[in-house]
């Protein structure tokens, strides 16, 4: 018996897919990748957008990877156009702390653009974002600190 996949079944497939080709750790968090695809299949409810998006977010919750994250169309729309005008943005590239600033509080700083608004700034490669407009980074997802940089960028460069 062959059963049709719906639109919903589909985007999960795709982000299971993307996951699967791109993902680092190929243990997955010591589970069975391709079991829980089956299973997510036969278990999860996605008979609309947002049951996939909760189907998709819960899968990638199982990896327990603070930095794998799904992105919404609204949210990835917005990254987008950060990047491809990041010649007139900000021109930083952020990331979590890892290796010497593993315990460091807040965002740390992968590169700054050469000749870019930070770069002038002195911003330069694995300084420390402990606030952004007076709002710490503590706790702050990559992308909120990309949003806030962006809004705030035009009045301190």
Do not use: H
Not at 18 to 43: M, V
Not at 61 to 71: G, H, K, Y
Request: glycine share 8%.
């Amino acid at each position: 018996m062959q059963v049709a996949l719906s639109e919903e079944n589909l985007l999960l497939l795709e982000a299971w897919r993307t996951i699967d080709c791109a993902y680092i750790d190929k243990t997955f968090n010591g589970q069975s990748w391709f079991r829980y695809r089956e299973d997510a299949l036969r278990n999860e409810p996605m008979n609309t957008r947002q049951e996939t998006y909760a189907a998709i977010k819960k899968m990638i919750a199982t990896l327990d990877d603070p930095i794998t994250r799904f992105l919404g169309p609204e949210k990835f729309k917005s990254l987008r156009s950060g990047t491809q005008n990041a010649l007139t943005g900000v021109g930083l590239s952020i990331g979590y702390p890892t290796g010497k600033n593993e315990s460091a509080p807040g965002l740390v700083v992968i590169s700054a653009s050469p000749r870019g608004p930070a770069n002038r700034a002195g911003i330069s490669s694995g300084d420390i974002i402990l606030q952004i407009d007076n709002t710490s980074t503590e706790n702050m997802g990559i992308y909120d600190a990309a949003e806030r940089l962006q809004s705030i960028s035009q009045n301190i460069f």
